[in-house]
Every structure is written in C-alpha cells, then in structure tokens.
C-alpha cells in the first residue's frame, strides 16, 4: 500500500494559496483515479482508491503545515506503511514555478511541513517538489500565504492535472518517465522577474 500525502493549510482561507499546491495535486489525483468518499481519521482527511492496480490511501493533513507530521506519522504507524512507499506533494520555492522534480530523501529546504514529516518518519520518503519560484529572503512568507493569481491557475491547474495523471510511474519506479511525461503535459510558464530568485533545479 502506498500513502499519497498533499500538504497544506485547512480552511477556505488559505485554499487558493501557493502553500497549498500539495492540496490541490491530491485533488486532482483523486479526481484522475475515482478515489473513494472523504473520511475523516488521525487529524486527516483521506480517501482510499488504487492507481493501476496499486492500493493507495490519499492523504490532506488537517493539523495545518508545520505540524504535518503528526498526521503523516498516525497514518504510517496505524496502516504500517513503510517511508520507501510515503509520497509527498508540496510546494517548493527552490523550483521555478511550474516545474516538477521528483526526489527522495534529502533535507528539507527550511520548509516546514517537511521538518514535521521528517521528524516523525526520517528523511527516506518520496517528494514531488512542485515549483512556485522564490521571491527573496523578506517576502517567503507572504508569498507562500498568497493566492496564485487567477493567471497563474492556468499552469498550476495543467501541472497539477499532469502530476496526478503521470503518479503511476512513480508507483512503478519509473521516476525519470514520471518528470518527463509530467514536463510534456505541463511545461512551465515563463518565469516573471521579480521571481528571478527561483532556480530551475
């Protein structure tokens, strides 16, 4: 079994914020693949469903992001479910908006959600960094708690919709066919320059 994890913030009011890119790639997995009626368990939200023959059980953390991990850890202790099959889906500043990289283990960047996750399980999950480019050291947090502009939902939408739709080959270890196939669906917009910070690796 394989646990799918969107990060970000509950509530209406941060729904539409760039920190909630995580959200809103399980959305669209959920919408992409028929998972299954929204239960309530651990301090999450999940759903149960399978990709290609794979049972997953998709989760969207309701302890907000920096506390992640305690939901994160309930669901990998309580289903028994190994770091090496935990995907995570959230949004990455060291990434140019749009782009996608697949990577495993490794730090956290400074974000905060992964800290949370990293603390309860190690560092040997999966991540799907979804770019939102970096703005400077004095505007992160104003940027991560934005709301893509409507613009924006034009890419963030297509990326999202590809990530959920390509997601079967990281359950089939093909992690190079995963990035490719999702570029492919989804190229990424121009980057705009006062988010020249952001790099593309």
């Known amino acids: 079994m394989y646990l799918l994890v969107g990060l970000g913030n509950p509530t209406k009011q941060y729904e539409k914020n760039r920190h909630n890119i995580g959200f809103m790639a399980a959305d669209a997995i959920v919408r992409e693949w028929n998972f299954g009626t929204e239960k309530q368990k651990l301090q999450g939200l999940y759903r149960e469903g399978e990709i290609e023959g794979q049972k997953c059980l998709l989760l969207k953390p309701q302890t907000y992001m920096n506390e992640s991990g305690r939901s994160v850890g309930g669901f ?64 992160v947090t104003g940027h991560v708690l934005s709301d893509f502009s409507s613009s924006d939902f ?26 490719t196939e999702t570029h492919k669906m989804a190229p990424p917009p121009p980057v705009p320059s006062w988010l020249r910070g952001g790099k593309s690796e």
């Open 76 to 139: 990998a202790t309580f289903f028994k479910i190994p770091p090496k099959n935990i995907i995570v889906y959230y949004d990455e500043l060291e990434l140019e908006p749009g782009r996608c990289r697949l990577k495993t283990g490794g730090g956290t960047a400074g974000h905060n959600g992964l800290k949370s996750i990293s603390a309860q399980l190690g560092s040997d999950y999966r991540r799907v960094r979804l770019g939102i480019g970096h703005p400077g050291k004095e505007k």
């Open 154 to 179: 034009e890419w963030v939408n297509r990326l999202c919709e590809a990530v959920a739709k390509n997601t079967k080959y990281i359950l089939s270890g093909e992690s190079d066919k995963f990035q």
